[in-house]
C-alpha cells in the first residue's frame, strides 16, 4: 500500500535511524479504514442510495448525482416531475414519488419520466429498481388497502401475498428477482409479518425464523439475507436474518435500526449509544457491529449520526452533523483498503 493512501490513527512512530538499522521505537499505530468525502453541494445534497458505480443519488428540491466530485442533475426530458428519487440502479433508472401521501411513483429512465397509476388513492410510491431495471413498490387500492405492484418493461403488474385483511408493503427486490414485503393488519395493530415473494415461482418464502417475530424487513441481499428492524418489549432494534439458520440475530445493543445489506453481508445503519446519542455503524460476522466514527479520520466536531446504504464495494454513505447547530449533513465513506 502506498504511502499516501495510508492514514493513522492516533501518533506517528518515530523512527530511529543508527548507522546502517532502522527500529521502529514505538507501537505500531491503527490504521483508519475509510476515507471521508461531504457531499455538501448543491442544495446540501440529502444522500439516498450508492449504486455500484460509487454514484450517489442525492435528494431534496432537485434530485443529482454525485459522481467523483461532480453534481449532475437529473432533469425530465418530458414534461412529468420526477418527484423525489430515492432508489436508483448502475444503469441510470432511479425510482421514488412525487408525493408519498397523495401522489403517483415515479420511474425515471435517463430522462424518461413515467407516472405510475395510483387508482386515484392515498399512499403510493417505489421501494427499489434492481439491476435488470425490474421496480417494485406498494399503491393504496380503491378498497383502502396497500398492495404491491412490479413495474417491468413498461408494463405494470399487482402482486399479492399477504391475507384478505393485511396491508402488502413493499420494502426491496434484489437481483434474484425476490421480493421484500411486510404484511400488516395496520387498524388492529397486530404484529407485521417479514416475507419474501420468489417471483419465478409466484409463492411466498414463509421464513420460519422471521414470521410471527414483529419484524420489518428494509433491505435483502441477493442470497435472500434480510436486514431491519426488530420490536423487542417496545423497543426498536437492528436484526439481521439467515435464510440458511433460519434464525434472526440481534445487531449491536441499543435501540436502532440496520437500513441496507450488500452482497458481502456488510450492514449500515444507526444506534444509540449509553449515553443516548446516536450514531452510524457497520456489522459483519467478522467484526461484529462497529461505530463508523471510530474508523474514519473526521474534521473536528464531525460525527457521524446514520448510514443509509452501503454497495457491493463497501463504499456507505449517510448523514453527519457538525456539533455547531448546522443539521445534518451528508457524506460517502470510501474503503481505504
Not at 56 to 68: A, P
Not at 190 to 196: D, G, H, K, L
Request: charged share 15%; hydrophobic share 35%; aromatic share 10%.
Amino acid at each position: 500500500m502506498s504511502s499516501e493512501n495510508i492514514v493513522y490513527r492516533g501518533l506517528s512512530c518515530i523512527a530511529i535511524i543508527a548507522s546502517l538499522a532502522t527500529t521502529a521505537a514505538c507501537k505500531k499505530p491503527e490504521l483508519y479504514e475509510y476515507q471521508f468525502i461531504e457531499l455538501s453541494n448543491p442544495s446540501e445534497c440529502s444522500p439516498m442510495d450508492i449504486n455500484d458505480l460509487n454514484e450517489v443519488l442525492c435528494g431534496g428540491s432537485t434530485n443529482y448525482i454525485y459522481r467523483e466530485g461532480d453534481y449532475i442533475p437529473l432533469q425530465s426530458t418530458n414534461e412529468l416531475s420526477p418527484g423525489v428519487l430515492n432508489r436508483f440502479n448502475s444503469m441510470g433508472i432511479a425510482v421514488g414519488y412525487t408525493d408519498f401521501l397523495a401522489g403517483y411513483p415515479t420511474f425515471y429512465d435517463n430522462g424518461a419520466v413515467t407516472h405510475i397509476d395510483n387508482y386515484g388513492q392515498g399512499t403510493n410510491y417505489f421501494a427499489n429498481v434492481n439491476e435488470s431495471g425490474v421496480a417494485v413498490g406498494s399503491i393504496e387500492t380503491a378498497e383502502n388497502r396497500m398492495t404491491g405492484f412490479v413495474f417491468e418493461s413498461g408494463e405494470m403488474n399487482i402482486i399479492s401475498g399477504c391475507q384478505n385483511n393485511e396491508d402488502m408493503i413493499v420494502s426491496d427486490i434484489n437481483n434474484s428477482d425476490q421480493v421484500l414485503y411486510i404484511c400488516w393488519e395496520i387498524p388492529s395493530q397486530r404484529y407485521p409479518t417479514t416475507m419474501v415473494l420468489d417471483r419465478q415461482t409466484g409463492l411466498p418464502h414463509y421464513d420460519s425464523g422471521l414470521f410471527g417475530q414483529n419484524a420489518i424487513g428494509y433491505s435483502m441481499n441477493d442470497q435472500r439475507v434480510i436486514v431491519g428492524v426488530l420490536f423487542l418489549q417496545g423497543v426498536e432494534k437492528p436484526f439481521i436474518y439467515y435464510p440458511y439458520a433460519g434464525s434472526v440475530t440481534e445487531i449491536g445493543g441499543g435501540k436502532g435500526e440496520a437500513h441496507m445489506i450488500n452482497n458481502g453481508n456488510q450492514v449500515v445503519g444507526n444506534e444509540y449509544d449509553n449515553n443516548g446519542e446516536l450514531f452510524a455503524f457497520i456489522y459483519d460476522e467478522v467484526h461484529d457491529t462497529r461505530d463508523l466514527n471510530t474508523l474514519v479520520k473526521l474534521p473536528e466536531g464531525y460525527h457521524l449520526q446514520t448510514a443509509t446504504a452501503i454497495n457491493d464495494a463497501g463504499n456507505i454513505i449517510g448523514e453527519f452533523t457538525t456539533g455547531n447547530g448546522g443539521g445534518t449533513k451528508g457524506f460517502m465513506l470510501k474503503p481505504l483498503k
